[in-house]
Every structure is written in C-alpha cells, then in structure tokens.
T-cell receptor, first 115, second 116 residues
Framework: KAGVTQTPRYLIKTRGQQVTLSCSPI?????VSWYQQTPGQGLQFLFEYFSETQRNKGNFPGRFSGRQFSNSRSEMNVSTLELGDSALYLC??????????????FGQGTRLTVV | AQTVTQSQPEMSVQEAETVTLSCTYDTSENNYYLFWYKQPPSRQMILVIR??????QNATENRFSVNFQKAAKSFSLKISDSQLGDTAMYFCASKNSGGSNYKLTFGKGTLLTVNP
C-alpha cells in the first residue's frame, strides 16, 4: 500500500511569488491535514480537508490556502511569499469516520526555501 | 487549548542501552490520545506508539514503551536496547478524541543520538 506522497520534495522561490504544494493521501483516506515545521515555531497545524471541504483551520494568515479534489488529493497554496514562510511543509492523511480521525500518517514533506 | 512540553532538547545514549524521553501535556479534555512520533533525517514523521487516555495500561511496541501518568499529565517514552537507527528527532503529540479532534498538537521535540 503506497504511503502519503508529497511533491515536490524541494522548492526555492523568491519573495512575493506564490507556490503550490501537492499531497496524495493513502488510498482510502479522505482526510488530509497540513502542518508547517520550522526550527523556531516547531510543528503547527495549518488546515484539514475532508470530502473536498476545509473542515478546520489553524492560526495562519489568508495567504495560506488549500483545496481537496474528489480523489482526496490536496494542494496547498501560499501567495505573496515571505522569508518567514521558509519551512518544511508536512501533509498527513487519516481515515476519518464521522467526526473521528484515526491516527495520522505523514508524507516526507516539501522543503520550501524563500529567498 | 492543548499544550505539549518536551523539556529535553537533546539526549544521547550508547547503543544497546535504555533511554527515557520526557513529555508533559495539558488539556481540559477527558478523552484524548497521546503519541510519540519519530522524525529521522529523511524527514518523514513516523508513528512510534500511541496511547488512549482512557486506558490505564501503558502501551508497548517492541522496544518502545510508555509511562503514562494521567493525573500528572506525563507521557514518557522508554527505548530499550537502543539501536543506531533510533537516532532521530522524537516528538510527543496529543489529540482530542472528541468533536474537535482534527489536529495534533506537538511538543518542540527531543533530538536523540545513539552512539556506537
């Protein structure tokens, strides 16, 4: 069974640009969550998507957005990039039943560097 | 809101020895889950062990076991017979099991180095 796949693995962008990251969850998993990992702030929850709808959102500015497709694949978009957006972005998929999420399985992340 | 605290930024242990990583948490929920995740240099977050708060018995997975003290809100990870492949960042995390159980709250992590 394939795991969670994130693409690309590495990205270098210039301040002010926008970026789109992709996450393919484990087959059958319909919940996808995104986390930002930085040395200073650690791991912080960005948002969760389930059945193509954003169900929950962390404390991030509106420049951070996402979407989920009918096949449960998810994309995360960051507009008007800032230097502080440099981070490892992790995607996690879960088998959600009703309001209950099972344990999260993570991808290898996308390392975004903003210069 | 939940908080998770790992007070040991770095630890080291000799191969084959035992090491314990500390974690304390705070939550107002009655039902929740606790996890230890491992993040090796490959960056992938790997689930090591999980504990349901309503279960008094400590979880065990092969060489990994936890000491769950619910009243003290403590959740330490013991690694027995440490191996070189155990070298990684270890994160303690919590998650509600109720209606707002969508996210994991992580500690800052402990960098564990296993020395040959």
């Amino acid at each position: 069974k394939a795991g969670v796949t994130q693409t690309p693995r590495y990205l270098i962008k210039t301040r002010g640009q926008q970026v789109t990251l992709s996450c393919s969850p484990i087959s059958g998993h319909r919940s996808v969550s995104w986390y930002q990992q930085t040395p200073g702030q650690g791991l912080q929850f960005l948002f969760e998507y389930f059945s193509e709808t954003q169900r929950n959102k962390g404390n991030f500015p509106g420049r951070f957005s996402g979407r989920q497709f009918s096949n449960s694949r998810s994309e995360m978009n960051v507009s008007t990039l800032e230097l502080g957006d440099s981070a490892l972005y992790l995607c996690a998929s879960s088998l959600r039943t009703g309001n209950v999420n099972t344990e999260a399985f993570f991808g290898q992340g996308t390392r975004l560097t903003v210069v | 809101a939940q908080t998770v605290t790992q007070s040991q930024p770095e630890m080291s242990v000799q191969e084959a020895e035992t090491v314990t990583l500390s974690c304390t948490y705070d939550t107002s929920e009655n039902n929740y889950y606790l996890f230890w995740y491992k993040q090796p240099p490959s960056r992938q977050m790997i689930l090591v062990i999980r504990q349901e708060a309503y279960k008094q018995q400590n979880a065990t997975e092969n060489r990994f076991s936890v000491n769950f003290q619910k009243a003290a809100k403590s959740f330490s990870l013991k690694i027995s017979d440490s191996q070189l492949g155990d070298t990684a960042m270890y994160f303690c995390a919590s998650k509600n099991s109720g209606g707002s159980n969508y996210k994991l709250t992580f500690g800052k992590g402990t960098l564990l180095t296993v020395n040959p």
